[in-house]
């Protein structure tokens, strides 16, 4: 089904008001701060968990979140260096690129993995939001958690995405490529054409493996695209083009495995 498939009814729910909130959910780790927009009705919505990426999370994420919303989604996103910071976010300073790369350094897969069973464990208290099968998708160091969350969490998981991701597939034993068999939703791989953190490689060495499986999936690549090509703040980055065809891969993704009826 494509993303066209599905014109009117996200037209007719694009238009109608939109609600938000933020706030902290415990965790075993701490109070991990947490923004949520969905529409105000038609709901129970199914759940997008959104996984940031390296600069923390922000307003510029939140627009992203709110964008995904009037598709009819309950979109969930976390600050996932709350382990380490409450409200970090990068001004792209040195300075502050050295603060990043640490609390990059803090998390690790099963940590996020760990994130999104609260997330969901939260979403059940939620009237808004669906019991039904769940996406996610995950931007630059997300990738991974992303790719790894559909695998690990399979049951609900039914659309995962990694956007310019990093650390697909390598020899840590932590490598989310290494449980990719167990994946029963789809997952999409989007890849910039030119991207300083994963080499050309990776993604061809991750295609062989996922060749030998039987689950559903994709890699793309975004060509004359740069890593963080969907982030219109990231100037001399941000690729208009392939950013727009990135929203019309996730909407056609979730639509797809989203929806029940």
């Known amino acids: 089904m494509s993303l066209t498939d599905n014109t009117s009814s996200e ?21 991990m701060t947490t923004f949520v927009t969905v529409p105000e009705v038609n709901g129970p919505h199914p759940i997008i ?29 976390p600050n996932l260096y709350y382990r380490t910071s409450k409200d970090f976010v990068s001004d792209f300073t040195e300075e502050s690129r050295v603060t ?7 998390l690790n897969n099963q940590m996020v993995i760990g994130d999104c069973k609260t997330l969901i464990q939260y979403s059940l ?24 969350a559909a ?10 995405a990694s956007i310019h991701g990093v650390n697909l597939c390598n020899d840590s034993k932590d490598s989310p490529h290494l ?21 050309n490689t990776e993604i061809k060495a991750l295609e062989d493996h996922l060749n030998k499986t039987d689950i559903k999936y994709q890699i793309e690549w975004y060509p004359g695209s740069k890593h963080g090509f969907v982030f219109p703040q990231r100037l001399g980055i941000y690729d208009k083009e392939s950013a727009e065809r990135h929203w019309e891969r996730m909407f056609a993704l979730f639509s797809r495995n989203l929806r029940t009826v």
């Open 11 to 31: 037209q007719q729910i694009s238009e109608v008001k939109m609600k938000e909130k933020e706030f902290d959910i415990q965790t075993p780790d701490g109070l």
């Open 49 to 77: 968990l959104f996984l940031m990426d390296a600069p923390g999370k922000r307003e510029e994420l939140h627009d992203m979140a709110r964008r995904f919303a009037t598709g009819g989604y309950y979109v969930m996103l």
């Open 100 to 106: 990043q790369r640490q609390h990059m350094a803090a």
């Open 125 to 148: 208290e939620d009237k808004d939001a669906s019991d039904g099968p769940i996406g996610c998708v995950g931007y630059c160091m997300s990738g991974p958690f992303a790719f790894a």
């Open 151 to 160: 695998s690990q969490l399979s049951t609900r998981i039914r659309a995962s």
């Open 179 to 199: 449980n990719a068999h167990k994946i029963k939703g789809e997952m999409y791989f989007a890849c910039a054409e030119y991207d300083d953190h994963i080499e």
